[in-house]
């Protein structure tokens, strides 16, 4: 059995609630543009970069837009999201999920953010939870989106811990398929039918504990 040695963190839907700020940001766009899509699609946006959300969700309109266009539009919706996250306090945290982070922490695991976010350093300062990894690896330093294991490399690589002696935590089929796509461990964040193909998958962080990630 291999021993765990570092946990890496998705941010979005796992440390803050920020998906729903997304969708509600995403909804918005595809309204103004005269379509809507479904709960169902926009699990396929998560832990997906902003330039291949709209990507998807533009194809899913059936709207073909250049790529100058598609500049405007990101911007947009990253301005509508910016302004929704811009109030966010430390009351946002999801349950659980500070006081996991800090137990890893206390019993000698290293910790790390992986996101593809590139808001993800606003975020963190809001909820004033930056101290609490070892090292953050957001959208602004990866050039591959999950599923490419490359956020969650960089993470195990910057904290100096083999993959394998890594686990992720995320709530995207997307992040998971990229633990697993890396060699790490995965815990899933949500619902089992979505998620399935992680180790382990819980409804929060409010339900993990050290022994169940030593179990892994
Ligand atoms: C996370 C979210 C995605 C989002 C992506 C980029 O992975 O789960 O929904 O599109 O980050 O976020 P950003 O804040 O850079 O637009
Ligand atoms: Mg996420």
């Known amino acids: 059995m291999t021993t765990i040695k570092a946990c890496l963190f998705d941010l979005d839907g796992v440390i803050v609630d920020t998906a729903v700020y997304h969708y509600k940001a995403w909804k918005q766009l595809a309204n103004s543009l005269g379509f809507d899509f479904t709960e169902h699609q926009n ?22 837009k250049t790529s100058e266009e598609q500049e405007v539009l990101a911007t947009q919706k990253n301005t509508q999201y910016v302004e929704m996250i811009s109030h966010m306090k430390p009351d946002e945290i999801l349950p659980g999920a500070k006081e996991f982070v800090q137990a890893c922490r206390d019993a000698g695991l290293k910790t790390a953010l992986g996101s593809a976010s590139k808001n993800s350093m606003m975020i963190l300062e809001k909820i004033g939870m ?77 339900e993990m504990t050290l022994e169940k990630l030593r179990a892994l």
């Open 43 to 64: 699990e396929q946006l998560k832990g997906v970069s902003r330039v291949r959300s709209l990507e998807l969700i533009l194809g899913w309109g059936g709207v073909t």
């Open 130 to 206: 930056v101290d609490l990894f070892d090292a953050i690896i957001d959208g602004n330093k990866v050039s591959k989106a999950k599923p490419d294991p490359e956020v969650f490399l960089k993470g195990a690589e910057a904290v100096g811990v083999l993959p394998e002696e890594c686990v992720v935590f995320e709530d995207a089929i997307a992040g998971i398929e990229a633990a697993i796509a890396g060699g790490m461990k995965s815990v899933g964040i949500g619902s089992h039918d979505l998620l399935g193909e992680a180790d382990l998958v819980i409804s929060g962080l409010h």
